[in-house]
Each structure stands twice: as C-alpha cells, then as structure tokens.
C-alpha cells in the first residue's frame, strides 16, 4: 500500500524549533528536546508545532477510488502524479486491481465491458466502461506532504471506516520520531 518512502529535512526542522528563543542559532542542535516535543505536540491550529511543515515525506500510496475521494479533501497532500482510469482502465488486468471487497460478479462486468471497449474502440463503449468502475479500483500516486499535515490526517482518519485508512494511520505512527515529536 505504501512503498518509496523518503522523509527530509528532520533534523533541520528540529533545531529551527529552537529559533524562537535563541540568540545565536549557530550553536544550535538537532538533538530532539523536551521543548521541541512540547511544541510538536501542541493541539492543531495553535501554530506552535509549525516546525513540523519542514519535515517533508513523499511516498507512493496504493488506494482505492473511494480513499483517494477522501484524500483529495486535503489540500496540503501534494500529487507529483498518479495512475489514470482515463488513460488505462481499457488496459489494466483487473483481476489485480479491486480491493476484496468489491464483488467478483462487479469484476467480471467490468472485464466484459472493457473487452467490448477494446474489440469496438467505441465512445460509447469506453464511457460505459469508465463510468461502471466501481469505487473498489485501487491506483497508485505520488505524494507528498509533512508532518504538520500528517499529524492531522491521523487524528481525523485513525479510528476511520474504512480499512486503508487506519492502515495508513499505522504507517504514519512507524515514521521516523513521529510519536515523539507529535505525541501520538
């Protein structure tokens, strides 16, 4: 579901926590302080915990149609670029391409009308084909995002329906010093 993961620019972000109070920013360091943690940890919107926006992580993300609606809400998830129904579902094996939940008799229509699709290259045929997808079909994108943002997104989607959203609530929690720096 999640692979490519690069997070950047953490032990920066870390001591420009400590510009506030600081006289002399030369000397200060990355080491991860109680003062750091209190102000990631601070509650959203108070803006002590804005050195967070400086922790960048990109990551390639498998969702379904249904997730990736939700996703789409939070402006501060950058798409570098992602998979296209419009350029591909008359080509993907859709066998590999719903989640479990959708059911096999939706798949095998699906793979009816892209066949049809495919044999007549017909308008009509390819919206037929694109607008039958069910919410089920799982594709891949590039995001990009930071803490700040993250920190948010677990709050409001730990606890949520559907299953891949808690699933990324887990892989936000395994992020390098995330509980530390924002208490979750």
């Known amino acids: 579901m999640i ?6 620019d953490m032990n920066e972000s870390i001591k ?10 030369e000397s200060l360091s990355c080491e991860l302080t109680n003062t750091t943690k209190k102000l990631g940890r601070c509650n959203k919107g108070e803006g002590h915990d804005n050195f967070l ?3 960048l992580v990109s990551f390639d993300l498998t969702f379904t149609n249904k997730a990736w609606v939700e996703m789409e809400r939070y402006n501060f998830i950058t798409f570098v670029s992602s998979q296209s129904t419009m350029h ?3 080509s993907f094996e859709l066998d590999k391409q ?7 008799r939706i798949i095998d229509i699906m793979k009816e009308l892209q066949d049809t699709y495919n044999k007549t ?9 694109l607008y039958s997808n069910p919410c089920g079909f799982k594709l891949t994108a590039r995001l990009t995002t930071n803490y700040c943002q993250l920190k948010t997104i677990y709050s409001q989607r730990k606890t ?25």
Do not use: Q
């Open 53 to 55: 926006k400086g922790i």
């Open 3 to 8: 692979t490519n993961v690069k997070v950047y």
């Open 98 to 104: 719903y989640a479990d939940y959708v059911d096999n």
């Open 16 to 25: 420009a926590s400590k510009y506030p109070m600081s006289i002399d920013i």
């Open 160 to 184: 949520h329906r559907l299953p891949e959203w808690r699933d990324f609530c887990d892989w936000i929690e395994g992020l390098p010093n995330f509980k530390e720096l924002t208490g979750i």
């Open 88 to 90: 591909r579902l008359k």
């Open 121 to 129: 290259k017909s308008k009509e045929n390819y919206l037929k084909l």
